[in-house]
Structure formats: C-alpha cells, structure tokens
C-alpha cells in the first residue's frame, strides 16, 4: 500500500478500522504473553488505537508506530495525554510518560529502536498490508524483534479478494514466522463473513 493511499484515508475520514473500545481479544488473550507490568510493548501501525492506551494502563511502557501525522495528534487530543513533541532520525516523536508514538514509516525503524522491547500487538497491521508487503512486514518484524520477544497478532480470514483488509490464512501466518517463532492459534470467533483468529508468536 502506498503511504498516499493511508494519508487519504485519514484526510478524508475513511477509517473504519479504529474501534471506539478497546480490542476485546486484546484484553482476554494478553495475558498469555506473561509479561511483567514495566515491559515495553510495541504496537506497529497503530492508528490513534485505544488499545495503546490500555496497555500503558498495565503498566507497560508502549512504543507505537504510525504513518500518518493527524492520526498521531488525534491520539492524544482525544486522549487527554499531553506530548511532548521532537525530531527523532526519521521519525517525529510525540511522547509522554510510559507512551512513544512515532510518526514516520514502520521500513524505517533501526534494530535499536526496537532493542528493549519484550511484547508486540498486532491488530489490524499485518492484515492491512497485500501479500507482497506482508512478507516484507513479517521479515521486517524479525529482523527488529530482540530474542525472548512474544507477539499477539489477530488476524481476518474471509472470502474477498480486495482489501485492506485483507484476509490471512492460517498457512500464510505460519510460513510466515515459523521461521523465527513457534505459532500457536490460541482462539477467534466468527464475526459476520469473517473469521478473526487470534496467535501467539513466540521464540
Ligand atoms: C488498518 S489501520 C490499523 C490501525 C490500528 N492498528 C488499529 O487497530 O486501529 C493501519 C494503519 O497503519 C498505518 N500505516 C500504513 N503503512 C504504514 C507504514 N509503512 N508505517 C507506519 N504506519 C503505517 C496507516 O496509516 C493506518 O493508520
């Protein structure tokens, strides 16, 4: 996907992606990465997600990334939180306590950004991307994650060829991580036409 095509999205209000609670699967599932309260956690293309907000409330130190500059200060205009904004290499940072969100693009990032961080949640990140960029994302992901990390990823699976989202087989999930992690299919539900399935990803 282009950043152009994302930047629209925003611009235009197109983004029904953003849920108005927090990830039900998120909180019945997290648990099982048994993290302690003051790990950080990363949330690739996080939009202005509220789940980055329940995670700081566990206590964890979140590090979020994001394309789009508005919906960077939409978070935390909507949030209450008050940033404190400055220049990072390629990115722009707004950060307040036990919150990073960095503006600028996930390709991007540095192994040492990312050195610390011990949980990863994905929503709505690796099902938004098409087939090839999903490959480049999981190679990313790897070639950033320090060892010992664990991930929840929930993905969609349904009969529709065009996307975002874009439906991800249980098979693509495997061959995708298998390589670095163990892959354990921990639950979902049917929602509508789609499947959505929950996974750990751990080492
Ligand atoms: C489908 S939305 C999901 C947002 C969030 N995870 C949620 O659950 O609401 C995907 C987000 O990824 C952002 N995005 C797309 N490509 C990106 C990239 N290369 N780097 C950082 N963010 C990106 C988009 O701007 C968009 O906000």
């Given at each position: 996907?282009?950043?152009?095509?994302?930047?629209?999205?925003?611009?235009?209000?197109?983004?029904?992606?953003?849920?108005?609670?927090?990830?039900?699967?998120?909180?019945?599932?997290?648990?099982?990465?048994?993290?302690?309260?003051?790990?950080?956690?990363?949330?690739?293309?996080?939009?202005?997600?509220?789940?980055?907000?329940?995670?700081?409330?566990?206590g964890?130190?979140?590090?979020?990334?994001?394309?789009?500059?508005?919906a960077?200060?939409?978070?935390?205009?909507?949030?209450?939180?008050?940033?404190?904004?400055?220049?990072?290499?390629?990115?722009?940072?707004?950060?307040?306590?036990?919150?990073?969100?960095?503006?600028?693009?996930?390709?991007?990032?540095?192994?040492?950004?990312?050195?610390?961080?011990?949980?990863?949640?994905?929503?709505?990140?690796?099902?938004?991307?098409?087939?090839?960029?999903?490959?480049?994302?999981?190679?990313?992901?790897?070639?950033?994650?320090?060892?010992?990390?664990?991930?929840?990823?929930?993905?969609?699976?349904?009969?529709?060829?065009?996307?975002?989202?874009?439906?991800?087989?249980?098979?693509?999930?495997?061959?995708?991580?298998?390589?670095?992690?163990?892959?354990?299919?921990?639950?979902?539900?049917?929602?509508?036409?789609?499947q959505?399935?929950?996974?750990?990803?751990?080492?």
């Amino acid at each position: 996907m282009e950043h152009d095509f994302w930047h629209q999205k925003w611009s235009e209000g197109r983004i029904g992606f953003h849920q108005p609670e927090v990830n039900a699967y998120l909180v019945s599932y997290w648990e099982r990465l048994c993290l302690a309260g003051g790990d950080k956690v990363f949330v690739p293309l996080c939009g202005k997600s509220k789940d980055m907000l329940w995670l700081r409330d566990r206590g964890h130190d979140v590090l979020g990334v994001e394309l789009n500059p508005s919906a960077c200060l939409d978070f935390f205009a909507e949030s209450g939180l008050v940033a404190e904004t400055g220049d990072a290499v390629k990115f722009i940072s707004h950060r307040c306590e036990n919150l990073n969100l960095i503006c600028g693009d996930f390709f991007a990032l540095s192994k040492e950004s990312l050195a610390d961080v011990k949980g990863v949640y994905d929503r709505a990140a690796l099902v938004a991307l098409p087939k090839d960029m999903r490959a480049d994302y999981a190679n990313k992901l790897i070639e950033l994650l320090p060892k010992g990390v664990k991930i929840l990823l929930v993905t969609l699976e349904f009969d529709r060829p065009q996307g975002p989202p874009f439906s991800v087989s249980g098979e693509e999930v495997n061959s995708l991580f298998e390589p670095r992690f163990k892959v354990k299919r921990l639950g979902g539900a049917v929602d509508g036409d789609r499947q959505e399935v929950v996974w750990l990803l751990s080492d």
